[in-house]
């Protein structure tokens, strides 16, 4: 007999015949079934009838129940897994998934074409070679194949970190659990959105309705729910599709130079592309494009809220790099915003978390960029004088794509006799404290502080928020009980909650008293970064808070630092600084702080490197124009790695500006400000010069 390895990676030799026989079905079947979902799901072209299909799947489970050991994970049985998951564990991008810059006219994206045209070097009448395609409305997400069997699935998440729904992406049946044909890298990662077409949106709607549940808004929100399942069994339910458009990791193999031939590829593999993708030459053939598209966007089965432009020749691409972190490649031309006109029966004050009054408008409700619309902000007095409002006005409400909604003008001819004035209350309109608005700020504030069970609920729901103390089963509901019956006031008095109280509230019960008491047991051991985001310090959002653990490393260094300390802190400007040592100036905050020490709250210190070992401490560097052996990201982190602060734009306070070519505002700012200004060539021998390895 032949040594002849089998898709298993064994040598069949050991199999009896009739394993080998079964095995032998079982590829088939594989390959079959593989073929057939192909066509039905991507294609959407069936060769066979579904009867064929369902007897070859059903001959495959009851193989399968046969013989075990023939069961792979890329098996057609195996898209829908048998266990839900307790919670999905975070993934961090290899390569981050970059975001993408908007344009609204056609002015802009005339503009956006010859700043690309500029940075590589052309003539303003050069054409350069653009990808379209639709923006489609969903959830970005990311494809890892090794070896051509699907590894694992994650969503976007903020670019750099997402969640792993591996088991919610497989009962996608667009996505192939293995790449059909050849020459695929070993390891390859694919990335597209996940979408739910107008269809499936409106059946699955009508079903929840006649079910006596709550419909979704939209489809993508439907589609990010939909991803949220921890149980992939409800996942497979939902009618999700997944198209491709575009590339992460290329390892131990190479793909096409150009996105549209990449795309292509992908098709040949078994992903689905989207048809209406095209190549076009110049910033006209985009403006045409965009034109076609608005015309055809109604009869389209899925959602789109304008058309992604890229720079197609992956060659140009490299050459045009990103900043922050958006490509400089690529644009979304995003189609205008809906506009409806409704009317303005009333403005409330609300109270935020640190005590902004916010007037909110009450609308007549209105359905406007898919979503029905019955509350706005207003966001200050200022914009209500702005936009010259009164209760009882006919007033324009815009919504764009996922933007709030927003009250654009009044209609002024329409306003009725008996319209009345918008009036900012005196005293808060929860505890009566006063109200104050600083020199210059448009944002009044209560001055009621933790005193304002407003800002108490605020910062209780903030405290427990999952990127906060992360309290699973404290809610807000649950908060403004807790809150109104006077059972907590300061942070600190959620962990000395006593399970019978809690069980004696409303909806409780022992058992979700006795569940919430150990998830309060669990949310203590937390991280210095989280700790701080928690304390909803003004202006600390989590990025802050983080780079904050990182420079201070404990409790006591932060509190002891100065605002020109915290001043030079990553991220960290003169007005976060103040706010940062104003909190910890003041003794109830500092109280809190060991309150919650000693109810048991704790942390590991950071590692903070040796100021010995960051030389850079206290400079600013400031990167522009075009690097040509590291991308800007990079030449950022080699900085902050050296503890200089990376800044968006120059000001006195630059130390030094790293130009490349096609530099052009910012260089031109640091010569008339005297900044010191090195090229690229400069920079990388003062980078070896502290003994950082560029290699
Ligand atoms: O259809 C989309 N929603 C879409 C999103 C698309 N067709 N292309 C995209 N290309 C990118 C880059 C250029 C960064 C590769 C995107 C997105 N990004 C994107 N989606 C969500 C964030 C970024």
Redesign the pocket.
């Known amino acids: 007999m032949s040594e002849q390895i089998g898709l298993f990676g064994e040598s069949n030799d050991s199999h009896s015949d009739i394993a080998q026989n079964a095995m032998k079905r079982v590829q088939e079947l594989h390959q079959l079934l593989h073929k057939y979902n192909h066509q039905y799901y991507v294609l959407d072209d069936p060769t066979v009838p579904d009867s064929e299909y369902d007897s070859l799947f059903h001959e495959l489970k009851a193989l399968e129940a046969e013989t075990p050991e023939f069961v792979t994970a890329d098996s057609p049985t195996q898209r829908v897994g048998d266990k839900p998951l307790s919670e999905f564990k975070s993934v961090t991008h290899e390569m981050p998934?970059?975001?993408?810059d908007n344009v609204f006219n056609e002015e802009e994206m005339r503009a956006f074409d010859l700043k690309i045209k500029k940075l590589l070097g052309l003539q303003d009448s050069a054409k350069v070679e653009y990808a379209c395609?639709?923006?489609?409305?969903?959830i970005?997400a990311s494809l890892l194949y090794e070896n051509g069997v699907l590894v694992r699935g994650a969503t976007?998440g903020d670019g750099s970190r997402g969640e792993d729904i591996t088991m919610n992406l497989r009962t996608v049946p667009s996505i192939p659990l293995r790449l059909t044909g050849s020459g695929f890298p070993a390891r390859l990662e694919v990335?597209g959105?996940v979408y739910m077409p107008k269809r499936g949106f409106e059946k699955l709607n009508e079903n929840a309705l006649a079910a006596g549940e709550k419909a979704f808004v939209n489809p993508r929100n439907a589609a990010a729910g939909s991803l949220r399942q921890l149980d992939p069994k409800l996942t497979a339910k939902r009618p999700l599709e997944f198209?491709c458009?575009?590339v992460g990791i290329v390892e131990g193999g190479s793909l096409p130079d150009s996105h549209f031939e990449v795309l292509n590829q992908f098709k040949e593999w078994g992903f689905l592309t989207n048809a209406e993708m095209r190549c076009v030459k110049g910033v006209d053939g985009c403006i045409e494009y965009y034109e076609a598209l608005s015309e055809k966007r109604d009869s389209l089965q899925y959602e789109i809220d304008g058309i992604?432009f890229?720079v197609n020749a992956f060659e140009l691409q490299d050459r045009l790099g990103f900043v922050s972190r958006?490509?400089r490649w690529?644009i979304?031309h995003k189609f205008p915003a809906q506009e409806k006109i409704t009317i303005l029966q009333d403005v409330e004050f609300q109270v935020g978390r640190t005590g902004a009054i916010t007037p909110v408008g009450r609308l007549d409700p209105v359905f406007v960029g898919g979503v029905t619309v019955s509350n706005v902000t207003l966001h200050n007095m200022d914009e209500v004088h702005r936009l010259g409002l009164m209760i009882g006005d006919s007033v324009v409400v815009r919504r764009a794509g996922d933007v709030i909604p927003q009250v654009v003008k009044i209609v002024e001819d329409r306003r009725p006799d008996s319209a009345k004035s918008v009036v900012m209350p005196a005293v808060c309109p929860v505890c009566s404290s006063d109200i104050e608005r600083t020199e210059g700020e448009a944002v009044a504030r209560c001055t009621g502080g933790l005193v304002c069970a407003a800002q108490r609920k605020e910062a209780f729901v903030h405290f427990a928020s999952r990127k906060a103390m992360d309290i699973d089963g404290l809610g807000e509901k649950l908060i403004n009980v807790l809150v109104e019956k006077d059972m907590v006031t300061r942070l600190a008095d959620i962990f000395r909650l006593e399970s019978s109280a809690l069980a004696a509230l409303d909806r409780m019960g022992e058992k979700s008293a006795e569940k919430l008491l150990k998830s309060l047991e669990n949310s203590k051991e937390t991280t210095f970064a989280r700790f701080l985001y928690s304390l909803g310090i003004r202006e600390v959002g989590e990025a802050t808070a983080q780079n904050l653990a990182n420079a201070f490393g404990n409790l006591d260094n932060l509190i002891a630092a100065s605002e020109e300390r915290l001043n030079e802190v990553e991220d960290i400007g003169p007005i976060v600084a103040a706010y940062i040592v104003h909190f910890f100036a003041n003794g109830s905050n500092r109280d809190a702080v060991s309150d919650l020490v000693a109810q048991g709250v704790h942390w590991k210190d950071v590692e903070v490197a040796d100021p010995e070992d960051l030389p850079l401490l206290g400079f600013t560097y400031v990167l522009t124009g075009t690097l040509e052996t590291m991308s800007r990201g990079d030449g950022k982190e080699m900085l902050q790695r050296l503890g200089a602060k990376v800044a968006g734009s120059v000001s006195k306070k630059t130390s030094c500006v790293v130009a490349g070519p096609g530099a052009g505002s910012k260089l031109a700012k640091a010569e008339e400000l005297g900044v010191d200004v090195i090229d690229e060539a400069a920079f990388i021998l003062f980078l070896k010069g502290h003994g950082i390895n560029l290699d």
């Open positions: 998934m970059l975001s993408l395609e639709p923006k489609l409305d969903g970005a976007r990335r959105e198209c458009y575009s992604v890229k958006a490509p690529a979304a």
